[in-house]
Nanobody, 120 residues
Framework: QVQLVESGGGLVQAGGSLRLSCAAS????????MGWYRQAPGKQRELVAV???????NYADSVKGQFTISRDNAKNTVYLQMNSLKPEDTAVYSC??????????????WGQGTQVTVSS
């Protein structure tokens, strides 16, 4: 069994910062890419940022220079540092990870999501 658990969401004023964490646990042999997505009310889910096992990153244009994705491979954890938050960043943020289990299977796992609300 593999589980992704997110933490760090909450309510923050515009201009503030939050740091999201997502820890993977279970029968994990290795983890390839890890990423963050978000879904605002009435909108489709969108990619925020992704990071490969080697540390290469890619960001949505809307968050470049504002958000930073990082990972700790020893802890099977991915982070999203969000600075200068705006009301339009309000959304449910979910992490995912492409995980190879000890059984040899590879699939994408998702966290349960964490709410980020930015007040104006």
């Amino acid at each position: 069994q593999v589980q992704l658990v997110e933490s760090g969401g909450g309510l923050v004023q515009a201009g503030g910062s939050l740091r999201l964490s997502c820890a993977a646990s279970g029968s994990i042999f290795s983890i390839n890419a890890m990423g963050w997505y978000r879904q605002a009310p009435g909108k489709q889910r969108e990619l925020v940022a992704v990071i490969t096992s080697g540390g290469r990153t890619n960001y949505a244009d809307s968050v470049k220079g504002q958000f930073t994705i990082s990972r700790d491979n020893a802890k099977n954890t991915v982070y999203l540092q969000m600075n200068s938050l705006k009301p339009e960043d309000t959304a449910v943020y979910s992490c995912n990870a492409d995980i190879i289990t000890y059984s040899g299977a590879i699939r994408r796992y998702w966290g349960q999501g964490t709410q980020v609300t930015v007040s104006s």
